[in-house]
């Protein structure tokens, strides 16, 4: 399985590396990939059904708990085929989508790299790993809606998805944790396992909300929902697959695969259809009022995520199968309905609906697909919209609870709906002819995605069970951890519910029949929506945004001020208090009670070093102050050797006599050596310079007195030779038994020579 | 500046150190010295040559950027932990190699050793760009 994974990123990387220009067909060797992943996934249908799980554990980071887990059951399973299934189509869209355009070298790494990722995400049983592949998915369409960066709208929306989704991650990253904290680890399988353990406890709440902001702003909730009309900026293959079966499903995937272990409580039953009831009435009650069409299918979108998220919070059994064949009508449909705005953008050169019109005459295979996607999100027999639309209803009925509120509103979104595709097909396909600049015709490989998948609309309305079967029935079992029998049916005889869909259809032609005949209804309501609703969310953020920058500015010109001198005071200040502090509180110092001279000559070259130090510090010639300084280090490596720390010697005396060099050659640039600072300053420094050598002495005479633990450097000197082959124990430990170590110091050395590097450059005048 | 004594002893110095230098590396394992040392002192070498003679030409007859230096030193010290990982050891695990040279005796070669090459070209690196950075010749 993680294979799979592998060949993704790999073939992502492998695809980068050979531009478009030398092989053509880049999107339909993609494509391929995907069907080969779509047939792996597929040919595991019968063990899923089994109610077997296939799992696979690479460890990582055991220690932290952290292992690279896969698990491929039927909720996974579901995901897995609608990402590659549809991916696939996606990419033989984008073959023939992306053609004028430059850059698409960089547009199909980003977006094989995400259907990777996506994956990934939906394998993933570990829930850091998961939260990973969660964030990976966030960059990468950031960098899809951004793929028009010399757009400002583009590079604009990208930054909001980037930051709603990628601070819902962070937001989810924390409640995971708080939950892991409770079950002792990050493993799904060990949470479903302690899931009574984690609802008692008191962070479940916490947790559980935590949990919800990241879901909901991934899958575009109320009050988060904003960033998803503006990612229609992206490439319209991306809108394609981001709506439809990835990205946005994912917050849906995560609670759908949480439901086991957070379910079953108060807060589950009534946070989450609230904001999914709200999220589903704006989203068709803003749809209906746009005039782009993908603005149109971005908020039917969100209706249908407001749809999903409510019925993952109705939480009861028929809710969730409900829920998991409303994912397919949805994915289903949305990918077919954005591929065929894409086509019309493309053929006609607008998106608007108000210049389109009479498009079945030059189009007549994209309307019978646009026909049927169209009827299947209205619900119309005998799509497969149609039974979900019935299912939903039926789970709304029967949900406990609000079940009346969520019935009333659930009603309202589907009327909107209905309106909103009827009067989708009409403006788009019928109606008068319009001028078109270009001659619109469905050449290309455009239509094969979505005739496939209008069909297959048509074909599970038909023949539902093999869906639900294979499909759906293994997916609510790995939710329920039970056995389950799913059976689907077009006709469900005269009950509630089927007087329900006929008022539902009733009123929504009604609706669509109102504002097709007077379209000042529509206008006025527009301009209605525009007076009420004069605060937009998407404005408010980023307002907040920029005022946030703003502040962070301001801060950073008063932290970072450019003076190195007040640097250098700010850091040994508060050091020298910290120390002073540890030392106080530890207290348990003391002089050492007498004074050995012995041998004559290290106390000798004790005296020289302090002499020299005080010369460097009051003579006032800058070189004779080096050289005096460069005294002090060779008596220091002097010590060293008489106490036979040889190679700590050679390296003090080589570093000693390179800062005397690199010193002098500094020297030279500098100005004439001045006194500039005043009386107060100079007492001023001299009293922070008492302070931290005074705490330095004293430490120094601690460390005398501390009982060294031997433990560490014994085993060093009994396995140096022995299990590395090195008699030198400092040089082993340097290069083996600490390497990691080294490999930090060197780093660092080679920041800081790029740092002098960059900061003296000539500058380019 | 041109003082004759520097620049004749410059020429024998120089030399001398970069044989210490490689004698510090190579003999690093088992007796004092090592890449670090090693590395300071093969630019020693240099730094000295260049005080006595000329910055520029020096770094002219250099050819090779001190940044190239750290690159190659770095990329060594990653190759270095790709043994322990093809061996499934830990990572940063020494792996040795042990040869049978006729005459000579045994010979252990391991990773650490490589990874203190690493260190060498990477010292060496730095302190190049650290004088020719200050120098203004770079």
């Known amino acids: ?765 | 500046m041109n003082s004759v004594i520097l620049q004749i002893a410059a020429r024998y110095i120089k030399a001398l150190l970069v044989l210490f230098a490689m004698i510090a590396l190579l003999r690093g394992h088992n007796y004092p010295g090592g890449g670090f040392i090693g590395g300071l002192l093969a630019a020693l070498s240099v730094i000295y040559y260049g005080f006595a003679f000329n910055v520029r030409q020096v770094r002219e007859k250099l050819k090779v950027n001190p940044a190239t230096y750290i690159a190659i030193g770095l990329f060594l010290v990653v190759l270095s932990f790709i043994p322990s990982i093809l061996n499934q050891l830990e990572l940063m695990q020494g792996v040795w190699l042990k040869v049978q040279i006729p005459v000579l005796g045994e010979l252990k070669l391991g990773t650490p050793f490589l990874f203190d090459m690493g260190v060498f070209l990477t010292v060496i690196g730095v302190t190049f760009l650290f004088f020719f950075s200050l120098t203004k010749v770079e």
């Open chain 1, 1 to 765: 399985m993680q294979n799979i994974l592998l060949i993704y990123f790999l073939f992502s990387l492998g695809i980068f590396v050979i531009p478009v220009k030398v092989f053509k067909y880049k999107a339909i060797v993609l494509a391929l990939v995907q069907v080969g992943a779509f047939i792996y996934f597929a040919s595991k249908i019968p063990i899923i059904t089994d109610g077997e799980t296939i799992n696979s554990i690479l460890n990582w980071i055991p220690e932290l708990g952290l292992n690279l887990s896969f698990i491929l059951n039927g909720l996974s399973l579901a995901f897995a085929l609608l990402i590659t299934g549809i991916g696939a189509l996606v990419f033989i869209y984008a073959h023939a989508y992306m053609k004028s355009y430059a850059n698409t070298d960089r547009f199909f790494f980003f977006l094989f790299l995400f259907s990777g990722a996506m994956l990934g995400l939906v394998l993933s049983e570990n829930l850091i790993q998961l939260f990973i592949f969660w964030e990976l998915t966030s960059f990468l369409s950031f960098l899809l809606i951004a793929f028009f960066h010399e757009k400002e709208p583009a590079r604009k929306a990208a930054f909001q998805s980037l930051f709603i989704t990628g601070f819902g991650g962070l937001i989810l990253l924390t409640g995971i944790i708080l939950i892991g904290s409770v079950a002792q680890s990050y493993s799904l399988t060990e949470w479903i396992l302690k899931a009574d353990e984690i609802r008692s406890s008191a962070f479940y709440v916490p947790g559980l909300i935590l949990i919800l902001i990241g879901a909901f702003t991934k899958s575009a909730q109320f009050p988060f929902h904003f960033w998803l009309p503006g990612a229609m900026q992206a490439p319209t293959p991306v809108s394609s697959y981001l709506h439809s079966a990835t990205m946005v499903k994912a917050g849906f995937f995560l609670l759908a695969s949480l439901n086991p272990v957070l379910s079953g409580t108060i807060e589950w039953t009534y946070i989450i259809p609230l904001f999914g009831v709200i999220t589903m009435l704006v989203g068709a009650y803003f749809a209906i009022t746009q005039t782009d069409i993908k603005a149109i299918l971005a908020y039917t979108t969100i209706t249908a995520l407001g749809i999903l998220i409510l019925l993952i919070g109705v939480d009861t059994k028929l809710s969730i199968k409900a829920a998991i064949l409303f994912l397919f009508i949805h994915a289903f449909y949305k990918a077919t309905l954005f591929m065929v705005a894409g086509l019309i953008d493309k053929k006609t050169g607008t998106r608007d609906l108000s210049k389109l019109g009479g498009l079945a005459h030059y189009m007549p295979i994209t309307f019978i697909v646009a026909l049927l996607a169209l009827f299947s999100m209205a619900g119309f027999p005998p799509m497969l919209g149609f039974l979900g639309k019935e299912l939903v209803y039926e789970a709304k009925v029967q949900s406990p609870g609000i079940a009346s509120l969520i019935l009333i509103f659930g009603v309202a979104a589907n009327v909107l709906m209905i309106a909103v595709s009827l009067f989708f097909l009409k403006k788009v396909f019928l109606g008068k002819k319009n001028n078109y600049s270009k001659n619109p015709n469905e050449k290309g490989l455009f239509i094969v995605g979505p005739a496939l998948l209008a069909t297959l609309s048509l074909f599970f309305g038909l023949f539902p069970n093999i869906l639900g079967n294979s499909i759906i029935e293994p997916a609510i079992q790995s939710i329920f951890l039970e056995t389950y029998h799913v059976k689907l049916k077009l006709w469900h005889g005269f009950n509630k519910v089927f007087f329900l869909s006929l008022f539902t259809v009733a009123s929504g032609i009604l609706l669509f029949y109102l504002i097709d005949k007077y379209p000042k209804l529509l206008e006025n309501w527009r301009k209605l929506n525009n007076k009420i609703f004069t605060i937009k969310l998407a404005d408010v953020f980023s307002n907040g945004l920029d005022n946030f920058i703003e502040f962070s500015k301001r801060n950073t010109r008063v932290i970072q001020h450019g003076y190195h001198r007040y640097y250098l005071l700010t850091i040994i200040v508060v050091t020298a208090l910290l120390l002073w502090f540890q030392v106080f509180v530890t207290r348990g110092w003391e002089l050492p009670t007498k004074l050995s001279f012995n041998p004559f000559y290290i106390s000798g070259l004790i005296g020289i070093i302090i002499i020299s130090t005080i010369f460097s510090a009051i003579n006032k010639s800058r070189i004779a102050t080096i050289i005096a300084m460069g005294v002090a280090g060779y008596g220091i490596s002097l010590i060293f050797l008489y106490y036979s720390a040889i190679d700590l010697a050679i390296t003090q005396i080589i570093v000693e006599t390179l800062t005397v060099v690199m010193f002098v050659i500094v020297l030279q640039k500098l100005p004439r050596f001045a006194k500039l600072s005043s009386k107060v300053t100079k007492i001023r420094d001299l009293a922070i310079a008492l302070v931290f050598g005074s705490v330095m002495t004293i430490l120094a005479l601690k460390a005398v007195q501390v009982e060294f633990n031997h433990t560490i450097s014994d085993f060093f000197v009994e396995n140096s030779y022995l299990k590395a082959y090195g008699k030198n124990v400092v040089n082993v430990i340097l290069v083996d038994f600490r390497a990691l170590d080294t490999l930090g110091e060197i780093t660092v050395l080679t920041i800081a020579a790029l740092g002098v590097f960059v900061l003296l450059k000539k500058k380019k005048a």
